[in-house]
């Protein structure tokens, strides 16, 4: 079935980032494809990661290992996570941000972005882009846009 997209571009860093609250966000390196769908399937809702959930580990492991994963951990266990994906033309998506269940409410969807938009222009791309989709919730629309995200003007041609 197909899905409605809208994308959405970053085009400079931040200049300020909002203060981080209490936690400890850690970079998953080499990240295995069990941990991956722990926090896919606790904080997905249904369709959210769709494109890898029907992969074997192995592929899934080939797949996770050109990905940047951070893991936000409050009180010693995970609360939230992004993940960042390299792509061509020096650009990096925001392929994943979400909050698990349990510290859904708390507040935490715009510092995780925030965060997520860190780790990305850290890496110096010339640009940093993002989906939504029907899937999504309503307000992750809302915390891109306050994030600096913008629909990319059409180009005359």
Not at 76 to 102: H, K, M, N, S, T
Not at 129 to 137: G, N, Q, R, S
């Amino acid at each position: 079935m197909a899905s409605t997209r809208l994308v959405l571009d970053h085009r400079t860093a931040p200049a300020v980032t909002p203060a981080y609250r209490s936690g400890t966000l850690l970079r998953a390196a080499d990240i295995g494809p069990a941990f991956y769908r722990f926090l896919a399937e606790s904080s997905g809702r249904p369709g959210i990661w769709r494109e890898r959930e029907g992969l074997e580990d192995e592929d899934l492991a080939g797949v996770l290992s050109a990905s940047l994963v951070t893991v936000l951990y409050l009180g010693g266990v995970p609360a939230g996570w992004f993940e960042l994906v390299p792509q061509r033309y020096d650009a990096i998506r925001v392929a994943f941000a979400g909050v698990l269940p349990a510290f859904s409410g708390r507040g935490l969807e715009r510092p995780l972005m925030a965060a997520a938009l860190d780790a990305a222009w850290d890496e110096e791309p010339a640009l940093v882009w993002a989906e939504v989709c029907e899937h999504d919730p309503p307000a992750m629309l809302l915390t891109l846009q306050w994030a600096g995200f913008a629909v990319p003007e059409p180009e005359e041609g």
